[in-house]
């Protein structure tokens, strides 16, 4: 009959372009959320998810790529490998320059990879807050001129100028497809879940037991500092009496180094960069028993 059911729509996004021209800042601002770090996905081996936008009706999944995080490989190397893993795996391609370095050098270079693909692509041009208008339009001339882009968008990552304009074109080229991911995923969620599992997993390990099922590992803050090739990481160890918070520091502070030391090896090698963790140990007394405690920690 005529029941028009509208089609979900969904699609994997890259977020590509030299460094510092905003797209972390740009991928914040959509997604609302800082987005620290990346959590290692399955379905792909070196794109990792950024984030997910859950719009109405539609969901798009954005891919990091090696290159955005310029300081853990060489420059160009990353930046070529990122900008072809990404034409591989997603749907469509969002280049980012910023208005005052139109003619930036990695530019030119990213443009050659592209020349091999015929998948959707918007050109952003970021940080338009820093010039004039008139500065503006010679450049979205230029690069119009090369036919390469879908549309042309001028933005401010930082004020949250064309945002919108930019989720719209994003969402008039999605495909019909299934939502991958569930609705209240979003990636610093998973991020702090992956690692409250590896801590509570050590605590497994070295205590043998007696505490995993009386303690529960919540993640206050993960800060991902790139010019130190640093991610650092608070986390808490709830439990339920101060004998369990004894075994769980243990002899001279034995117990808890351990778990810190082989945590932070772990979380070490999933980020492949170094990490700082701070760990702490919390007494929550019945914290399995008090609703607004088990809400605060997840279950
Ligand atoms: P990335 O390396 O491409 O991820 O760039 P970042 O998002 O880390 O941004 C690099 C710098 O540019 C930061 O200092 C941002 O605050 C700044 N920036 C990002 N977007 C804008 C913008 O729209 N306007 C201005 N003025 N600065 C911006
Ligand atoms: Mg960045």
Known sequence: MNSEKPTFLSGFVAVIGPPNVGKSTFLNRVLDAKVAIVSPKPQTTRNRILGIYHGEGYQIAFLDTPGIHKTRTPLHK??????????????????????????????????????????????????????????LLPIIESFSKLKRFDAIIPISALKGDGIGQVMKALRSRLQPGPALFPKDMKTDQSDSFLVSEM???KIYLHTRQELPYSSAVTVDRIEDKPDKNLIAITARIHVESDSQKGILIGQKGRMIKAVGRSSRRDLERVFGTHVYLDLTIRVEKNWSRDARALRRLGY
Not at 91 to 116: A, C, G, V, W, Y
């Open 78 to 135: 990353s930046m070529v490998a990122s900008a072809q893993e990404a034409f591989h795996e997603v749907d469509i391609i969002i280049m980012m320059i910023e208005m005052t370095r139109p003619d930036d050098p990695d530019i030119s270079l990213i443009l050659k990879n592209f020349e091999r693909t015929r998948k959707p692509s918007l050109l952003l041009v970021n940080k338009i807050d820093k010039g004039s208008k008139k500065a």
């Open 199 to 201: 801590i509570r997993e």
